[in-house]
């Protein structure tokens, strides 16, 4: 069953951690974990960022350091400890695709936050009903032909494929737009929000930072996408190193002649870039080939055998551009939810009106920064099933 937390709600609807008023106010709930009560919830107040933190060894409030993309509208909602390190929390009032959200509180990668940031970290994770396609990471020297490749794919899969829109320091070119093509961005304002960790990887390039920002591969999961992200082998690095489990790609040119004089062609940038670019792209050549990075390497000759080569990599034909996705049952949660917990699997109660519902854990991968994905959820009725063999 869930853990029993440390704390009590009176008829006042005020929660109290070892005698100390917690003061919830509006749609806030309070769970402990250790000495540890995490406050989560309430009217948005952006000097908390939605978590506020009781620690009981010292009686003090803590604002945490805030990671990942946070549940809009967090009202209404139950949470559950799950193996001492993160805090299951279920929507009540909607749809069960939206419904699931993990706080990750104590989790090897906010362990390493905590040491980086010497402070408080907590970092939000999505959770995802099934098993989400993997993020494409594709690498590869400046003018090797990526961004060429990725339009093609994006062309031709619009549905399917979503660009992370990166942030970078450097200039606009002529015919690119912000928002669309990068977030151009300053480069003092970068620093600080890489600081504030909004960031799921970052690097110098070609003597401007680039990065990829969490919200950036957010956005093209909430848009039920498969996210491509454009980004140099030190990125390429960094995400191999996060939960983000993505296929990485290395494009790499027929000869380095060949790459200067697309490069070139190409005219966007000077003479004293290109040199600087030329430069760079031997040290990621060699890099590219470095044991356990990359998954496949891709040799971009001629343009339409690469992109079909590509699209093999990927496991993707023309007819799946109108296949149907299989589809997972959505169901509405209600108002009136309370959670249990049985091995891997959490029963959403709806009260005694409406058909329970379970979340299978099991197959639970991934986490902050990013998504929980392969979650399963099903309607249950335990009057019927209960006895019927089913794991509650
Ligand atoms: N297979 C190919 N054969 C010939 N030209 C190509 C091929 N692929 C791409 N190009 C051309 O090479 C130039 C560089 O391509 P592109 O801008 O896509 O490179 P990139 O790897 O995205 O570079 P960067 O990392 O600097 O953004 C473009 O002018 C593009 O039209
Ligand atoms: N580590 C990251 N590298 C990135 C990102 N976005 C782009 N890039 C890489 O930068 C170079 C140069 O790009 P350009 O647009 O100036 O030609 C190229 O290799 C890109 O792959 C990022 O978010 N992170």
Known sequence: MGEAPAFYVDDMQRSFSNGVDLKLTGFETATAIGNKTYVIGGNDDPTSNGVRIFDKSTGEWVIPTVLGTKP???????????????????????????????????????????????????????????????????????GVGKGTLINLLMKEFPTKFGFS????????????????????????????????????????????????????????????????LDIDVQGARSVRASSLEAIFIFVCPPSFEELEKRLRARGTETEEQIQKRLRNAKAELEQGNSPGLFDH???????????????????????????????????DLPVDLSLSKINENVLINCGPAEQSVVLD????????????????????????????????
């Open 165 to 228: 829109v990166s942030h970078t320091t450097r200039a606009p070119r002529e015919k690119e737009q912000n928002r669309v093509h990068y977030h151009f961005t300053k480069r003092s304002v970068m620093e600080e929000e890489i600081k504030a960790g909004k960031f799921l990887e970052f690097a110098a390039v070609h003597g401007n930072l680039y990065g990829t920002s969490i919200e950036a591969v957010d956005v093209v999961a909430d848009a039920g996408k498969r996210c491509i």
């Open 297 to 331: 390497i891709l040799v971009n000759d001629d343009l339409e055998a690469c992109y079909e080569r590509l699209k093999n990599i990927l496991g993707i034909s023309k007819s799946m551009n109108t296949a149907s996705k299989t589809q997972i049952e959505v169901f």
């Open 72 to 142: 809009k509208a967090l009202e209404g909602h139950s949470c559950l400890v799950l193996n001492q390190d993160k805090i299951l929390i279920i929507k009540s009032n909607s749809k069960s695709n939206e419904s699931v959200w993990f706080l990750e509180v104590d989790t090897q990668f906010i362990q390493d936050q905590k040491r980086k940031f010497d402070s408080e970290v907590v970092a939000w994770s999505k959770g995802v009903i099934g098993d989400a396609e993997r993020p494409v990471v594709i690498s590869g020297p400046s």
């Open 361 to 392: 854990l099991s197959s639970m991968k991934g986490g902050a920064p990013g998504r929980t994905r392969g979650l399963n959820m099903y309607a249950f009725d335990p009057i019927t099933e209960g006895a019927n063999g089913c794991n509650f």
